[in-house]
């Protein structure tokens, strides 16, 4: 690699995928990629991620509520129980104290709901023009159940499983985009930012057919796909009509040409069911407000090529593609 | 707190110390202040900070292992045994990947130097403008011998205990500066960025008379002086011509009205020694090169008001305050 660092590189696609490879694994001399959740020797489960979202304020949360669910739900997804939670701020010099304050409720907020602690932190403040007012990094620490290791790995996906998603995709991307733009909507967006822990524990302790999560953050239900087949050596077929998607979200999509199935959420996660479990799931996961609309919208194939196939509503097939350019920066 | 956020709130002094409090310990309900380091049920400790310093480039290090080393001090001062490390970069559109692959080498470096494993990451691209380069947040987890936990206290020290440090005061403040203000020295002023748990972990193992320990970063021993006689309620009295501090900084410091007693430091830690104990440590200190110019700075007293006193090398004798404004901002 080569060059200078593009938006692209940041956005969860193939760019940031070459950079993971060529930079982060080959210097850290890593066999496994650099991602923003590992589970350590015993069951400790450690993760970290920045936000840097544009703007602070959307609605449906913040900054603040952002980083704690992103955590939560980073660790849910691998299985693991979220425990705690260590933040970091990077402020602008003048930035205002009661914005400050609103966006710490917040967190305190999102860490009560999701019942983990914030138990370190620093902050660093940096002139004037020298940060967009405000970044925060969380990092989180977890216990993971060792028997259900195998929910990250995914290594015991089969083709004929069933994907299965809480619900619609791309408010978070579209809420934020609208604040960022100050459309305003007919219908109001909001963020889906919410912590998943207590859905997803929930199914895990009632059922065991969980075989792979994944939250559906930047690069979408897209990328997530087609990391999923990269792990699996599968392909996977999704049904179009099946996959849930507001009607003001994708009013937005079609006028300003983003594709749904890409845009950032913060409040959805793909499960991988093994075949003949996806209704009990379906049923466990709509018991919870956050899982309300869940759906059954694929499965794996027994394609040794990996490929992601959409079944249109209109009766064809096309291939989704790991995204490789940027549809929103800066929404996370 | 009201107002907006000042440079002052970000330099480890008084502003910080009300930020931490008004904020940060009301709205997240804590007992115990938000420090950079947390330890957690069992023996876990878990450490965040965030890495602002400018430039990213200085003689004896970069912002990445300075990342790296911060981290692992931060455990190992709290008496852990640093294991894990996750890294979080916020990087500005445009930024040279070969300036990277050099910050994620240093990175590689010092964790393998510290025998730590760096294990998830994160990366963050915004806009040209929208930061100063490049943040590094690192998270680190360790493991503390709880038979030990008294170290991260400090409650066993008692009136009479002394005060070590490992070396030289100031070299980092005055090597980013000159970097940063490219300011050719006389003689080379380097960082003393380095990780310090190899030298701490021999103390530990051979030696039962460390009660507290901190590493000398923003704030400088000033801020940690306070910081440690608020803790205990106890007077603290220290003898300037015993401590250490490089001519070339002195130099600097005289020139640019700088007190090296706060400059901040990146491979420097407070021990404090049960009485007696105290020449065991330093024999032990000065058999690891980062520990060869260690010396014995003061005492513990039994003066409740709580002062930190300078005996100074002229026979007068003067209040060392908490640091209240920026000397040195994004040193760190």
Redesign the interface.
């Known amino acids: ?11 969860g696609g193939r760019r ?1 995928h070459e ?2 490879r060529d ?2 694994m080959k ?3 890593m066999v496994e990629p ?5 589970i ?1 020797e015993g069951s ?1 489960v ?7 979202v ?1 703007p602070l304020f959307f609605p449906g949360g913040n900054i603040g509520k952002l980083a704690v669910c992103g955590t939560v739900n980073d660790l849910a997804v691998s299985g693991a129980l979220p ?2 939670i ?13 914005d ?2 609103v966006i ?2 917040s ?2 907020e999102a ?1 009560e709901n999701a019942g983990v602690r ?10 004037k ?4 007012k405000m ?1 925060i ?1 969380t ?1 989180g ?1 977890g216990m993971l159940d060792v028997a259900k290791k195998y929910i990250s790995t995914g290594e015991r996906i089969k083709p004929g499983d069933r994907l299965i998603i809480n619900g619609s995709l791309g408010n978070h991307a579209i809420a934020v985009l609208g604040a960022r733009k100050q459309l305003s909507f007919t219908t109001p967006v909001s963020s889906d930012c919410a912590p998943l822990n207590h859905m997803i524990g929930e199914v895990l302790n009632n059922c065991n057919g969980v075989l792979f999560m994944r939250d559906l953050t930047r690069g979408g239900l897209g990328g997530v796909l087609n990391e999923l087949s990269e792990i699996m050596g599968n392909g996977i077929v999704i049904n179009e009509s099946s996959i849930p998607v507001d009607e003001p979200v994708r009013g937005v999509c079609e006028i300003l040409g983003f594709d749904p199935l890409y845009l950032a959420n913060e409040g959805k996660v793909l499960i991988v069911s093994s075949k003949g479990m996806e209704n009990q799931i379906l049923d466990l996961l709509r018991q919870d407000p956050l899982g309300k609309d869940s759906a059954i919208i694929g499965e794996v194939t027994a394609d040794k090529g990996g490929k992601v196939i959409i079944e249109t509503a209109s009766g064809g097939r096309r291939i989704i593609d790991m995204p490789s350019g940027v549809q929103l ?2 929404i ?1």
Chains 1, 2 share one sequence.
């Open positions: 690699m080569s060059g200078n660092i593009t938006l692209n590189h940041g956005e940031t950079l993971i930079v982060f210097k850290f001399g650099l991602t923003d959740s590992a350590l400790l450690f993760t970290t991620d920045a936000y840097v544009d425990e705690y260590a933040c970091s701020f990077i402020i602008e010099e003048g930035f205002p104290v009661n400050l304050l710490v409720d967190m305190a860490a914030i138990v370190a932190g620093d902050t660093k403040v940096v002139g023009g020298k940060c967009d970044f990094t990092s620490t920066p800066r996370c």
